[in-house]
């Protein structure tokens, strides 16, 4: 097996984009595949495949699922073998956007599936063990993964066969997918792990921090918020080297560092980067990288205030506080580095902004979806409040399509919707000359859709706005 496979007559995939600009322009797609789990561990995860094509008769419906072999993986972040990032990489000119790797962030197996011979149908082809992932990397609890130099590179929570740490980053072998090696030379302070990106251009990588396995995985742990143990800081590495370079604290206060979102034009060293609640006044942030001088400073540029609450719409977690904290879980940057949008979980909302100046973001729709007092509706089904709330988004390449999905970590979404998370995916059409948002009423897989596992990440056929990473301004 070989990702060459998809590429003997020897045409490079028009799906790896030499810029943004030509991403943009491609032609948008017709495919989404979402990851489902079963919160019990008692049933088998699967790959589900949504039509997004609106010529189709089954527009926005599921077409066909793939089940995954045993049980608990809890899958969660994904991602491609390949994109626009291997036209820089030497000795890859014939890869191809083909196989989706799957991890399972509680078992620590990786699912590899192809989706070349039937793009609806994906069919499982590798499961790499986690026994291989700790003896090879010394790493388990893989989170997050994108084609890079030397290989994939996968960021994981957890050190060896599930130990606390320290989290970091493994890398696969781009064909075989086998786990090559830990990806870091020099950690220097680095300990608590989550995403990793990079600036190919610069040779600069970037890292976030959430916590160990012993800190997420049975909820969040009051104790540990409250002490201010959890992710506060953002790092910096020489991509190449794996070396550390410099660690920037967003304040102690900050608590869980998640999404990172670098600039998307080559040439740019900028980024965003969300935090998830401030302990003081239970508000979510965003922030702003950016190189000064040869150092990086990172910026408050978003405060997302938390709402007050009676305490009989609020879960026993929450109700001491009189509020919903808004809990930013994640946020999507469109290709054009125009706008930033930002999903706060636990009121529901979809955040858009206008980032044309990253300095001053300024907002320019919300729409709210379920959350936790607000429980809104799908225009679908007016009458049946939505439980969860905003939580995954993905954002087609054109920036024109915005795709979410409801449920967070199974232990977590307990404590935030102890009424449980019937799964939904929301379709909202975009502005992008000038801003705004509208639910698409005709596209809303939910509930036995899924076969009732809850649905985390997004992919989109022929990449979207978080999966690639360019080379060339033009």
Avoid at 66 to 72: A, F, Q
Avoid at 130 to 149: D, F, I, N, Q, V
Wanted: aromatic share 8%.
């Amino acid at each position: 097996m070989t990702t060459t496979e998809h590429d003997r007559d020897g045409h490079l995939d028009p799906t790896l984009y030499r810029t943004p600009a030509d991403a943009i322009a491609a032609p948008p797609e017709k495919l989404a595949y979402v990851v489902g789990f079963d919160p019990a561990g008692q049933r088998p995860d699967a790959l589900f495949t949504v039509v997004t094509d609106p010529k189709s008769p089954v527009y926005g419906q599921v077409a066909a699922h793939v089940e995954l072999p045993g049980r608990g993986n809890e899958l969660h972040h994904f991602g491609w073998n390949a994109c626009s990032s291997a036209l820089a990489h030497a000795g890859h000119s014939h890869a191809a956007r083909r196989y989706l790797i799957v991890p399972g962030l509680r078992s620590s197996r990786l699912h590899v599936l192809d989706t070349g011979p039937d793009p609806v149908r994906p069919r499982l082809v590798k499961v790499v063990e986690a026994g291989e992932l700790a003896a090879r990397a010394g790493y388990s609890r893989p989170h997050t993964l994108h084609c890079g130099p030397d290989g994939v590179f996968l960021s994981c929570l957890g050190g060896a066969d599930g130990a606390d740490g320290p989290g970091g980053v493994a890398l696969l072998d781009h064909e075989t997918f086998d786990v090559l090696r830990a990806w870091e030379s020099e950690r220097g302070p680095q300990r608590l792990a989550y995403d990793v990106w990079w600036h190919l251009r610069q040779n600069i990588a970037v890292t976030s921090e959430w916590g160990s396995p012993s800190m997420i995985e049975d909820g969040l742990v009051p104790e540990l918020l409250l002490d201010r143990r959890y992710g506060h800081a953002v790092h910096f590495w020489d991509l190449d080297a794996g070396r550390h370079l410099q660690r920037v604290d967003l304040g102690d206060e900050n608590q869980m560092v998640l999404e990172l979102r670098p600039s998307h034009d080559p040439e740019a060293t900028w980024g965003f980067v969300n935090t998830v609640v401030d302990v003081e006044d239970l508000s979510a942030s965003v922030w702003l990288w950016t190189r000064e001088d040869g150092d990086f400073t990172v910026r408050k540029v978003i405060t997302v205030p938390a709402e007050p609450a009676p305490a009989e719409d609020l879960p026993p977690a929450l109700r001491p506080f009189g509020a919903v904290p808004p809990l930013i879980t994640d946020i999507d940057l469109s290709v054009d580095d125009r706008w930033l949008y930002v999903s706060a979980w636990g009121t529901g909302d979809l955040l858009q902004y206008d980032v044309g100046d990253p300095r001053r973001p300024r907002l320019t729709a919300s729409v709210r979806l379920g959350g936790i007092a607000g429980r809104r509706t799908h225009p679908a089904e007016p009458d049946v409040p939505l439980t969860g709330g905003s939580q995954m988004v993905e954002l087609s390449r054109d920036g024109r399509r915005v795709y979410v999905t409801n449920s967070l970590y199974a232990a977590w979404d307990e404590q935030f919707y102890p009424e449980g998370i019937d799964p939904w995916m929301i379709k909202l059409d975009a502005d992008t000359s000038s801003g705004g948002l509208r639910v698409d009423g005709g596209f809303f897989p939910h509930g036995p859709d899924f076969r009732g596992l809850r649905v985390h990440q997004t992919r989109l056929e022929g990449g979207d706005a978080s999966s690639d990473s360019y080379c060339y301004r033009r």
